[in-house]
């Protein structure tokens, strides 16, 4: 593994996304976003998407300096249209104007289509539980070939459809995030291991015959196999929502074939924002939470396992450990990253030099 520190991995990230046309406060929205994914533990999430970022601005299948546009107001009602601009700028729009109507209303209702990627998605949760809200968050995945097979199938149908709830923090406990995608394990989770030569956990895949493998390579290599649902039927149904309230419900796209050749990343989002205070300020909300996870937390941990951990937790401590030690970055993704910094422009020396 390369070891870079994360000031320096988001300073290099920055000059590659600029170099694909963006101004730089949008290259530094987009770098902080994917090295943040990278410190929290979600390589899947981090700098080795750049590349394809990139690839998909110079496609014009992203919209580099876009931003949201009003499709509809209807009280707590905010529909929004990405217009096909980075996701780390339409979900950072996105959230503010929802938290901007729930300080007033109480509860905003955010539906927002037509985002290239949104990246991980915990971070737009994280902006409301800051502010004092709970979100909820259902989104679905298009604008490439299907790669999770619905349960019971053989082979793809629809994407990753990933789902997501954040609740502010209380005096005890930090922020509780909920995050995760319906398949498995993510797809970059699987493009790390594909990169690094590893095999992926079992039950995440299927061949192009569906029967089980653990090879990363049948998600990238001729033929291609198909990730499968977490908790098999149940992340089934629960991707399925991603598509009826993420996309449907909002007019975005929605899986189908006419979706599978624009190779871009379509994300469309509806998220809830609810006042905890809403049901009344006297309600012990927060007391019940502590209450509730100093109970749960002290069930004994399981053999080879140190401790009962919350949601959210991992990212904390795998955060302190890389912001203190480095980013980790497997050679064939920091071979990408060179690729795609020297394909657009820069020096090899002026690469190394900004990486440190």
């Known amino acids: 593994m390369i070891t870079v520190a994360h000031e ?3 300073n290099l990230v920055t000059e590659m996304i600029g170099r694909a046309g963006s101004n730089p406060e949008e290259a530094r929205q987009v770098a902080h976003n994917l090295v943040e994914a990278n410190l929290l533990g979600h390589d899947s999430h981090g700098v080795g998407l750049t590349a394809q970022y990139m690839r998909h601005a110079k496609a014009g299948t992203l919209t580099v300096n876009g931003h949201v546009s009003l499709v509809s107001d209807n009280g707590a009602y905010l529909l929004l249209d990405g217009n096909m601009a980075y996701g780390q700028v339409t979900g950072g729009e996105a959230m503010q104007l929802g938290l901007d109507r729930a300080r007033t209303a109480g509860v905003a209702i955010v539906g927002l289509r037509n985002s290239h990627h949104l990246g991980r998605i915990g971070a737009w949760g994280e902006i409301c539980a800051r502010a004092g809200f709970i979100s909820i968050h259902f989104v679905n995945v298009v604008g490439h070939r299907p790669i999770v097979a619905p349960w019971g199938g053989a082979e793809a149908r629809y994407s990753t459809n990933p789902y997501c709830t954040a609740v502010p923090a209380t005096d005890k406990n930090p922020m509780f995030v909920l995050d995760m995608a319906t ?4 797809l970059g989770k699987v493009r790390v291991a594909y990169n690094a030569g590893k095999e992926v956990v079992e039950g995440a895949l ?3 015959n569906g029967l089980p493998t653990r090879n990363a390579a049948v998600m990238y290599e001729q033929p291609t196999g198909a990730l499968q649902a977490f908790g098999e039927h149940k992340g089934y149904g629960l991707a399925l929502l991603g598509e009826i309230l993420g996309a449907a419900l909002l007019g975005g796209p929605v899986t189908d074939p006419a979706q599978q050749g624009r190779e871009t990343i379509c994300n469309s989002m509806l ?3 609810v006042d905890p ?4 300020r006297d309600i ?3 007391d019940a939470i502590d209450s509730m996870l100093a109970y749960v937390t002290s069930a004994r941990p399981g ?3 140190d401790k009962v951990r919350v ?9 302190a450990d890389r912001r203190a030690n480095g980013v980790p970055v497997d050679p064939g993704t920091w071979a990408l990253l060179v690729e795609a910094g020297v394909e657009a422009g820069m020096d090899r020396h002026d690469f190394d030099g900004i990486a440190g």
Do not use: C, N
């Open 206 to 208: 299927i061949d192009h």
């Open 284 to 286: 012990p909300f927060a």
């Open 311 to 319: 949601p959210g937790e991992p990212e904390r401590e795998t955060g």
């Open 277 to 280: 205070k809403g049901f009344g």
């Open 8 to 10: 320096a991995l988001e």
């Open 183 to 186: 398949s498995r394990v993510a």
């Open 271 to 273: 998220t809830v924002i």
């Open 303 to 305: 053999e080879g396992v």
